[in-house]
């Protein structure tokens, strides 16, 4: 089992021709993705190592049965090209686009819920300014490197890139189920929560391992939502305990004003909730070794 993407998913790549949608294209071809078309509207009717590109995401689904897009397109073009994504009711767009403006992200993110409350139509969005998520040994949608795990039976969440990355490849002898990168922007789709739901749930998923990092408040919301919810063992861990106070680091979500969104505040809500939290990312991966090998 995987959550969000499976063996069976069928993706296009929205902006499959420009040099970041061609080189991982070719990468998620080659981790075993189901690639079955692009769109770039300019190039329509060309092809891409045999890809066959197409005008619009409606077209492309229509012709190939896609059910999930990854959007390599320019920050001033990335709004359309999602809300595009979103007319065609595809199930799944995984939005890589770094630096897209927060209105933006704002405006399609409200657009799509809109849509889901007036007529039941839903797009699950991942980010943006993500890398994708990877049901290892399954399918891989992004720029997550196909080659640092493999399948098994933990679940990933979290908001950094190269977190995603490190605690794969530490962990890569037990694997992953799946691994999701949700971005760190202020406005992003999909979130801790709705994924710590769908781990939940998945069947073949024993443990998560949940990434967070300082600013907002979206750690603390998942804690009280594990208090709750969660009977499958969670490890933690908060990334920016030695963040200077009143400034931005890294994503732009990342920061922390007074008390609010700091590490050790969301530390202690995890903690509260039953988490582990581990001071350093290899020490969060030696305490998820140790649920595994108890499990």
């Not at 069976?8 to 075993?32: F, L, P, Y």
């Not at 594990?226 to 063992?233: E, F, L, M």
Request: aromatic share 6%; charged share 15%.
């Amino acid at each position: 089992m995987a959550i969000f993407l499976t063996e069976q998913s069928r993706v296009i790549v929205q902006g499959i021709t420009g040099s970041e949608g061609t080189k991982h294209t070719r990468r998620m071809v080659a981790s075993g993705t189901n690639v079955v078309g692009g769109v770039n509207p300019r190039k329509a009717g060309s092809d891409v190592d045999g890809i066959p590109v197409f005008a619009t995401v409606a077209e492309a689904m229509k012709q190939t049965g896609a059910d999930a897009t990854v959007v390599f397109v320019p920050p001033a073009f990335a709004k359309d090209a999602v809300v595009e994504a979103i007319d065609a009711q595809i199930g799944l767009a995984v939005v890589i686009t770094e630096g897209i403006p927060v209105q933006d992200s704002a405006w399609f993110w409200q657009y799509n819920v809109s849509l889901a409350q007036a007529a039941g139509q839903t797009t699950r969005i991942i980010g943006p300014n993500c890398p994708g998520l990877i049901s290892p040994g399954k399918s891989n949608a992004g720029i997550i490197p196909a080659t640092i795990t493999g399948p098994g039976r933990i679940g990933l969440v979290s908001k950094s890139g190269t977190l995603t990355y490190q605690m794969m490849y530490e962990l890569r002898d037990f694997g992953f189920s799946t691994g999701v990168g949700i971005g760190g922007d202020p406005v992003i789709g999909t979130t801790h929560i709705d994924c710590l739901a769908a781990f939940e749930a998945d069947p073949e998923t024993d443990a998560i391992v949940m990434i967070g990092e300082i600013g907002g408040d979206a750690e603390e919301r998942a804690a009280a939502y594990i208090a709750d919810n969660v009977k499958k063992p969670v490890i933690g861990y908060v990334a920016g305990f030695t963040a200077p106070e009143g400034k931005t680091m890294g994503h732009a979500g990342a920061i922390v004003s007074g008390s609010s969104g700091t590490a050790a505040a969301k530390q202690e809500a995890l903690e509260a909730a039953g988490v582990r939290v581990g001071k350093t990312p290899s020490a969060t991966a030696e305490l998820m070794r140790e649920v595994m090998k108890n499990l």
